[in-house]
């Protein structure tokens, strides 16, 4: 069974702190990485990463992925209350069949001015 | 515009009814999915479907069924044998074939047995 576990489970910090959110994983056909923002309602797409020691940067957000060592970590910098939120990672495998997207529990940020 | 339309954004349920969420995608994508959050946590992976008439079980698919008679519509029926329905359910979709591509998620439906 694919796994993907994530941490801290929550987090709180003031603003502009700088996180680091971990997301590791096993799963067999591993394809690609993701890495999404959920505020409300749907998560939002951040990132996908597909090769080890590649980063990944918008903004402040920056993530890279280490697949020898089979995790991610996914980097806030100057954090803002905007940034309060559930971040999810997800693992995507499949080979020529089912494509399946895992994810995992979730990391809770809260920023506090 | 192109997207996820889930509905009913809000359902309430009785205990012992079946009832169906519906999911409809315009972006041609082929494969779709189901996952169930509950409060504070993150997804879990009930169905997913990669192409029409064919849909394989995720991680929590006890107590659900789906079905994909069209490509663009993948609706969730909860039935009473899933004895803790309460909980917010996303549809998704992706591109199928194409390694990586992201996946788009509808706007969720919640769930409440009363």
């Known amino acids: 069974e694919d796994k993907v576990v994530q941490s801290p489970l929550s987090l709180v910090v003031h603003e502009g702190d700088t996180v680091t959110l971990n997301c590791s994983y096993e799963?067999?056909?591993?394809?690609?990485l993701l890495w999404y923002k959920q505020e409300k309602k749907a998560p939002t797409f951040l990132f996908m990463l597909?090769?080890?020691?590649i980063e990944k940067k918008s903004g402040r957000l920056s993530s890279i992925l280490d697949k020898k060592e089979l995790f991610s970590i996914l980097n806030i910098t100057a954090t803002q209350t905007g940034d309060s939120a559930i971040y999810l990672c997800a693992v995507e495998r499949g080979s020529g069949g089912y494509q399946k997207v895992t994810f995992g529990t979730g990391t809770k940020l809260q920023v506090i001015p | 515009d192109g997207g996820i339309t889930q509905s009913p954004k809000y359902l309430f349920r009785k205990e012992g009814q079946n009832v169906t969420l519906s999911c409809e995608q315009n972006l041609n994508h082929d494969a779709m999915y189901w996952y169930r959050q509950d409060p504070g946590q993150g997804l879990r992976l009930i169905y997913y479907?990669?192409?029409?008439?064919?849909?394989q079980k995720g991680d929590i698919a006890e107590g659900y069924s789906v079905s994909r008679e069209k490509k663009e519509s993948f609706p969730l029926t909860v039935t009473s044998a899933q004895k803790n329905p309460t909980a917010f359910y996303l549809c998704?979709?992706?591109?199928?074939?194409?390694?990586?591509?992201?996946?788009?998620f509808g706007e969720g439906s919640w769930l409440t047995v009363v």
């Open positions: 479907s990669q192409i029409v008439n064919d849909f």
């Open positions: 998704a979709s992706r591109m199928g074939q194409i390694a990586g591509n992201t996946i788009y």
């Open positions: 799963v067999t056909n591993f394809r690609s």
């Open positions: 597909t090769s080890s020691g």
